[in-house]
């Protein structure tokens, strides 16, 4: 096997365990002539996300509770083939996974705090509105339009 780039990390020291990624191989679908037919270039990365000692529990709670509608036994699994090279594509799935559990462990956002609109904006904008309601109700009444034949 080629060396990878990893580690791959996740979020502050935390990265893919290497010895907890299960490889898939097959060959990728479109177009690529006779090169297509011969190499496993698709890759299938597999991280078994329930069984895992590599992340905090709170973090692996959270992904649990946020991936449950792609976890398959508690299995999240990512593809690659967009490269013509089975190593790129190891290197695109390896990435895509840890940006993928990088977000599903990130803390929750802190709930927004309601404000108040300030007196003097809302006295403002009133103040507009009724201008703008004057300069409206002039032009009724008048018919600029219409000229004497005369």
Known sequence: MDPMSGPYLIRGSVVLPEAE???????????????VNT??????LGFDLARTEALPEAWKRRALERLAGRLVDGVVTVRASEHRSQWRNREAAAVRLAALLAEATAPPPKPRRPTRVPRGINERRLREKKQRAETKRGRSGRDWTRRDPG
């Open 39 to 44: 190499s496993d270039t698709q890759v299938e």
């Open 21 to 35: 990624l299960r490889w898939r191989f097959s060959r990728s679908s479109g177009p690529g002539g006779q090169h």
